[in-house]
T-cell receptor, first 115, second 111 residues
Framework: KAGVTQTPRYLIKTRGQQVTLSCSPI?????VSWYQQTPGQGLQFLFE???????NKGNFPGRFSGRQFSNSRSEMNVSTLELGDSALYLC??????????????FGEGSRLTVL | SQQGEEDPQALSIQEGENATMNCSYK?????LQWYRQNSGRGLVHLIL?????REKHSGRLRVTLDTSKKSSSLLITASRAADTASYFC???????????FGSGTRLQVQP
């Protein structure tokens, strides 16, 4: 079974631009969560999508948004990039259905550098 | 959702020694999970312990859970250089909301 795939793996943007990151979950997984990891703030939860609906949301400004498609693939978008948005963005998938244990399967991440 | 707080922040040991990391959390949980992250990579799920379990083993890993103290520990026995990584605990609250992570314990195993 293929793992969680994130694209692109690395990207460089300049301040003010926007970026879209993609995540393909493990087949059969309906929940996709996004995390931002920085040296200063650690691993922070952005949001979780389940069956195309945002189910949980972290404490990030509205510049950070996401969506999930009917095939469970997910994208996250960051608009008007700031230097502080430089981070490793991690996507994780899980079954997401009732009775699940919450075990997450992570992708390798997308490393965003904002200049 | 709640996050665990790992202790110590950093740990350096020699190969062959045991490594113990601790985790504290605040509210009632459904289960508690431990993850490992090699530098710059994604997190890997190590082990899950349910709230009604006190101890669990997986290979060289031993996890304990004390719900009365709201704490857990991860023991890695006979450590290897390949165990060098950051380790995170993630309590899943009874509402099964999103998993959140603390700052982790950075383990360095010297060969």
């Amino acid at each position: 079974k293929a793992g969680v795939t994130q694209t692109p793996r690395y990207l460089i943007k300049t301040r003010g631009q926007q970026v879209t990151l993609s995540c393909s979950p493990i087949s059969g997984h309906r929940s996709v969560s996004w995390y931002q990891q920085t040296p200063g703030q650690g691993l922070q939860f952005l949001f979780e999508y389940f069956s195309e609906t945002q189910r949980n949301k972290g404490n990030f400004p509205g510049r950070f948004s996401g969506r999930q498609f009917s095939n469970s693939r997910s994208e996250m978008n960051v608009s008007t990039l700031e230097l502080g948005d430089s981070a490793l963005y991690l996507c994780a998938s899980s079954l997401g259905t009732s009775g699940y244990t919450g075990e997450l399967f992570f992708g390798e991440g997308s490393r965003l550098t904002v200049l | 959702s709640q996050q665990g707080e790992e202790d110590p922040q950093a740990l350096s040991i020699q190969e062959g020694e045991n490594a113990t990391m601790n985790c504290s959390y605040k509210t009632s949980i459904n289960n508690l999970q431990w993850y490992r992250q090699n530098s710059g990579r994604g997190l890997v799920h190590l082990i899950l312990i349910r709230s009604n379990e006190r101890e669990k083993h997986s290979g060289r890993l031993r996890v304990t859970l004390d719900t009365s103290k709201k704490s857990s520990s991860l023991l890695i026995t006979a450590s290897r250089a390949a165990d060098t990584a950051s380790y995170f605990c993630a309590p899943l609250d009874t509402g099964r909301r999103a998993l959140t992570f603390g700052s982790g314990t950075r383990l360095q195993v010297q060969p």
